[in-house]
């Protein structure tokens, strides 16, 4: 089974002002199977690190490491990463005008792959994935994201993540924006891939809701690019009740 291994890592965002400290020595480590809540005020970093594992350009890895199964994701390209089994969902999910969902599922399948899927047993399962997303047939002939509502772009995110397998995924505030009804329906394809591939999940979230459906195994608390405490889902339990007001008393 597999481990992604975050190694005081420190990152650096471009602004116009020049680049800005915001990760400051983070350390974590998901095996495979494990799921590991990221919570934390806004602000602190999260997404942060989600794009730093993505490999997004303007954020810079200054210091540390991010290894995944020894293997140095940071030198690795953006195609690199989702071969070697890392699924990032955006906060923000871009759109690809031209491109269908159904031939962006099966271009990335077959680049994560080195294969093509055989088309039979391929179309079977996007429409399983799909009518168990609740998903109408007709988001799959339609550009990928491309006037989706902002539940559809969420429901097409775990989709993706249904249908590619990865061994990690980083889903970042997945849960914003989407009723008590689509997030069940988000949870529960989460949950499928849980059980069905082992997927080992890193859900940053600032609020604990989703953690009602997707059970974490461990929660971490980011505070100023830091993770300030860990522990259980107690710990998630504990911030649902009292917020994050004294982590932020002498920040
Ligand atoms: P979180 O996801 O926890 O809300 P972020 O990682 O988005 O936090 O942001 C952490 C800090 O980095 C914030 O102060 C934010 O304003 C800053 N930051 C992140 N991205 C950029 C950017 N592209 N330009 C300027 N500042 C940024
Ligand atoms: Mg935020
Ligand atoms: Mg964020």
């Known amino acids: 089974s597999s481990v992604l291994e975050i190694k005081d890592l420190h990152v650096s965002v471009e602004t116009e002002q020049g680049a800005k400290q915001i990760l400051r020595g983070v350390d974590l480590t998901i095996k495979q199977g494990e799921t590991h809540a990221i919570m934390g005020p806004n602000g602190s970093g999260k997404s942060t690190l989600a794009y730093a594992i993505a490999g997004h350009p303007r954020y810079e ?54 294969e093509a899927p055989a088309i039979r047993g391929w179309m079977k399962e996007v429409k399983t994935a799909m009518d168990n997303l609740r998903m109408d047939e007709s988001f799959a002939s339609r550009n990928v994201n491309e006037g989706f509502s902002g539940g559809e772009k969420k429901r097409n995110e775990i989709l993706q993540l ?25 949870s529960e394809g989460v949950n499928r891939a849980k059980d069905n591939t082992g997927l080992g999940l890193m859900l940053i979230t600032h609020y604990t809701r989703i953690l009602r459906y997707i059970k974490p195994d461990f929660v971490h608390v980011f505070v100023n690019g830091r993770i300030a405490e860990q522990g259980g889902p107690e710990l998630a339990d504990r911030l649902e009740e009292e917020g994050y007001d004294r982590f932020l008393v002498d920040a």
């Open 162 to 186: 249904e249908l590619l397998t990865p061994k990690f995924a980083v889903l970042d505030e997945t849960d914003s924006g989407l009723d008590v009804d689509a997030l069940k329906i988000v």
């Open 61 to 114: 890895v200054t210091s540390g490491s991010i290894l995944l199964d020894g293997e140095e994701v940071t030198e690795m390209g953006v195609d690199e990463r989702a071969q070697a089994g890392l699924f990032l969902a955006m906060q923000y999910p871009v759109e690809i005008p031209g491109v269908t969902n159904a031939n962006f599922l099966r271009t990335a399948k077959t680049a994560i792959d080195g």
